[in-house]
């Protein structure tokens, strides 16, 4: 599978052509409730409409000498519309529009954001399945414990990002709210019922009450969740780093034909994909520190989000999606090596079945805690002197009271791990 790449369509969410046409929509939609409401003409919403247009140099012209974006705007609007301009923005502050044109920029781009979702989730259940009886060693602390699959990895990070589509979803429900209340919230020159037009025509759900802005708790909630799928990302990236070491060699990103690994040595093949997913992800968790922060302004607002929005917007959901489409292709191409796999499992010499030994003594009739010592010891031999764990436990004096030659052979199979694989499978993707 190839991934659809939709960083320019996300870029262009951002450009000041698209920034200043939904704030055109904006002002259209509010006078078009007000034409609803007799307190704008018709003609006058019929020549807005016809004659009003963007023009950015000309936005920017003007704001050189206002210093104020949207008194920009509206002058270099109203010279295109003439006369009828006056009824533009009435009984509205700069907020009305910026907060709910930012709204739907903030919507438009999750949108493409929950696309790059579903594509990765196509992409990590087709590896779980392809990869569900490959075996592998699972590790903790960085140390051999028991055998799991590649499958079962993939699963488990099919699910987390299950998990993140949800959290975007809230989060797009929570930020998609507009508001056009008025210089402090409290709609004293503007009509509830425009508000009410406005949203609604946009997509948006109106705030039930605010103050001159939309509250940014609404956004750090949005920021925050891409911070979290980004971080999920990193996850991703450094197991697949771990995975990749000379050492381990289980795994490896895809090294195209012409693909250098170093200026210095020819033999290098680094996860550099990996490695640039796991540094973008820093920067996505320092946008949400960001929105945050935003959340405290003063009274019934400050302007000191604005220049916090105007960064974090844009970079973060552009960066987002350029980590998605990144870590999708790179799953796609990953090369995997169940042989390398088996090999890393069995060089423990077997302790990796220490947990089923201990349980079976148990069963057999000893005490936890001598079991424990039993195993423990035998274990650790096995460790000290590369010795077969199987073969002392068969030595073992004290074992041979409570198992068998053919109670071992029982326990060292490393199927015993994998006997409720197709329970989890089922029970993530809800096939039988």
């Known amino acids: 599978m190839i991934p659809r790449y939709s960083r320019e369509k996300m870029v262009s969410i951002w450009s000041p052509e698209n920034r200043y046409q939904k704030w055109l929509d904006v002002e259209i939609f509010a006078c078009e409730a007000m034409v609803k409401l007799g307190q704008v003409p018709e003609s006058a919403i019929k020549t807005i409409k016809e004659k009003a247009a963007i023009n950015v140099s000309r936005i920017d012209e003007i704001e050189k000498i206002t210093k104020h974006d949207v008194i920009a705007f509206l002058t270099s609007v109203t010279e295109k519309v003439g006369e009828d301009g006056r009824f533009l923005h009435m009984g509205m502050t700069s907020s009305d529009v910026l907060d709910t044109s930012y709204a739907v920029q903030l919507k438009e781009a999750a949108e493409i954001l929950l696309v790059d979702i579903d594509e990765l989730l196509v992409v990590l259940k087709k590896k779980a399945y392809e990869h569900k009886n490959t075996l592998m060693i699972g590790r903790s602390h960085g140390i051999h414990a028991e055998p799991i699959t590649f499958g079962l990895k993939m699963t488990l990070w099919y699910q987390e ?132 922060e935003d959340v405290a302004l003063w009274h019934e607002r400050d302007i000191s989000h604005s220049s916090v929005e105007r960064v974090i917007g844009p970079d973060a959901t552009v960066t987002l999606d350029f980590m998605l489409g990144r870590f999708t292709g790179m799953m796609d191409k990953l090369v995997v090596y169940p042989e390398r796999m088996i090999c890393n499992l069995n060089m423990t010499n077997g302790v990796i079945f220490s947990q089923m030994v201990l349980l079976t003594l148990i069963e057999k009739g000893t005490t936890r805690e001598d079991a424990y010592a039993i195993v423990q010891r035998n274990a650790m031999r096995s460790w000290e002197e590369g010795l077969e764990f199987q073969a002392l436990l068969q030595e073992d004096s004290t074992v041979a009271k409570y198992l068998k030659a053919e109670d071992l052979a029982a326990i060292f199979n490393v199927n015993n791990f994998l006997k409720n694989l197709d329970f989890i499978f089922n029970r993530v993707f809800g096939e039988k």
């Open 161 to 292: 990002m299950q998990r993140n589509r949800q959290r975007l979803l809230n989060a797009k429900e929570s930020v998609c709210t507009g508001k056009i209340s008025g210089a402090v919230g409290t709609f004293s020159f503007i009509d509830p019922s425009v508000e009410e037009y406005v949203c609604s025509k946009l997509g948006l759900k109106p705030a039930p009450v605010s103050s001159q802005i939309v509250q940014r708790d609404r956004h750090a909630e949005f920021f925050t969740a891409l911070a979290i799928i980004a971080s999920s990302i990193d996850k991703f990236a450094q197991e697949i780093r771990l995975l990749q070491r000379t050492e381990v060699r289980e795994v490896e990103e895809y090294f195209s034909p012409g693909q250098k690994g170093s200026s210095a040595m020819p033999h290098k093949r680094n996860p550099v994909l990996s490695e640039n997913l796991s540094g973008l992800a820093r920067v996505m968790r320092s946008y949400a520190v960001a929105a945050l």
